[in-house]
């Protein structure tokens, strides 16, 4: 795991298997984003078996499967959808191909873990939500700036036991450093990312629908521009919204692509919950000038200051959650609904957003 670089960045845990061997086998399908390396490794914890892996690309098979011995590399796509000993399909696709490769997995009987953002417009959204209907079949979403950061998974239980009271505003940061020359060609095209609120504010938006509580929300103001990238003029390296929840809830995010190098990790992510009787701050993935460790809390009540460093302390109870929910038909890890309106309110953010600078008269992002 590299802290330098957030493509490549795959937290990783001690394990906590919910079932036995053999139990839950799951394949890998699309690694086009390294974020497919945290969804299998989070699995494998809670004791699934990644047992099939397929990509276009052998030298991506083959790096995965080094990873988890065992895991064999698949002929084709429809080997891995044809298997009938496969529970679940993880992916990582590109954005714009996630939601018809899910819809696939779906028709074939199996559940689907997708990495965020699961889809790209609405119209995909539409068709996904339809096929869950129809199917039965999970479409579970790998939101990990809150999923796999263990400050964020004890924020949430401070919240639930209602250490800081009602939450009534969420502020948050989700920078992301470049590194350009080992982008491929469809990070810097919107139309196959979804654009940078699509993309990377999806993972805004369902913290903030989470910590408040909320079932639902408004944009009320959203805005892109391209400041520093002008060799890829449609790109977007800088986002920012507002929402409003229908429980009352305000939130603010920015999101950007302008993390100076200088800094030790990828992306210096923060998120603020003011509640009605005190405010909690995380600083996720490090303590800049102070701490390389993340996963580092603060929180202020009516009674005390207190910090705490929570790496490797907390754990990440969703994969396990995840796992339990496929075999049993519950909906322990995230509700389905909660993951569908997050990547809605962030779509539809990207869609409405003020376009600056250089984006200024340009049309909004549409899927490949």
């Given at each position: 795991m590299s802290a330098g670089d957030g493509a490549?960045?795959?937290?990783?845990?001690?394990?906590?298997?919910?079932?036995?061997?053999?139990?839950?086998?799951?394949?890998?399908?699309?690694l086009d984003h390294g974020h497919i390396n945290g969804m299998c490794n989070g699995l494998t914890e809670a004791g699934a078996e990644l047992a099939l892996v397929y990509d276009p690309d052998p030298a991506k098979v083959a790096a995965l499967c080094a990873q988890h011995p065992g895991a064999e590399p698949a002929a084709s796509a429809q080997q891995v959808l044809d298997d009938p000993s496969i529970a679940l399909v993880a992916s990582a696709a590109v954005p714009a191909d996630r939601a018809g490769i899910g819809l696939r997995v779906l028709a074939h009987g199996k559940d689907y873990f997708v990495d965020k953002p699961p889809l790209t417009s609405l119209d995909q959204l539409e068709a996904v939500r339809a096929a869950v209907a129809s199917t039965g079949r999970r479409y579970a979403v790998y939101y990990s700036e809150r999923l796999h950061v263990e400050c964020a998974v004890f924020a949430g239980q401070l919240v639930a036991e209602g250490r800081i009271g009602r939450?009534?505003?969420?502020?948050?940061?989700?920078?992301h450093r470049m590194n350009a020359r080992s982008r491929p060609e469809w990070h810097f095209r919107p139309a196959r990312t979804g654009g940078i609120l699509c993309d990377i504010g999806s993972h805004q938006v369902e913290q903030f629908l989470y910590y408040t509580g909320a079932r639902g929300a408004s944009v009320t103001s959203s805005r892109v521009a391209n400041y520093h990238n002008p060799e890829h003029p449609?790109?977007?390296?800088?986002?920012?919204?507002?929402?409003?929840?229908?429980?009352?809830?305000?939130?603010y995010f920015r999101v950007?692509?302008?993390?100076?190098?200088?800094?030790?990790?990828?992306?210096?992510?923060?998120?603020?919950?003011?509640?009605?009787e005190g405010y909690i701050e995380l600083r996720k993935y490090l303590d800049v000038a102070r701490?390389?460790?993340?996963?580092?809390?603060?929180?202020?009540?009516?009674?005390?200051?207190e910090h705490l460093a929570l790496r490797g302390k907390v754990g990440f109870p969703f994969f396990g959650e995840l796992?339990?929910?496929?075999?049993?038909?519950?909906?322990?890890s995230m509700s389905q609904e909660h993951a569908f309106r997050a990547i809605e309110l962030a779509i539809t953010a990207e869609q409405g957003a003020l376009r600056l600078g250089a984006l200024a008269g340009t049309e909004p992002p549409q899927p490949a």
């Open positions: 490549s960045y795959a937290p990783s845990g001690s394990r906590r298997a919910v079932v036995g061997p053999g139990e839950l086998r799951f394949a890998a399908l699309g939450v009534v505003q969420v502020l948050g940061l989700g920078p449609l790109f977007e390296d800088f986002g920012d919204c507002c929402l409003v929840a229908d429980n009352g809830a305000v939130g950007d692509w302008l993390t100076p190098d200088g800094l030790a990790s990828w992306g210096d992510g923060r998120t603020v919950l003011l509640g009605t701490d390389p460790a993340g996963d580092q809390l603060y929180v202020v009540d009516g009674t005390r200051e796992v339990l929910d496929c075999l049993e038909r519950t909906e322990r």
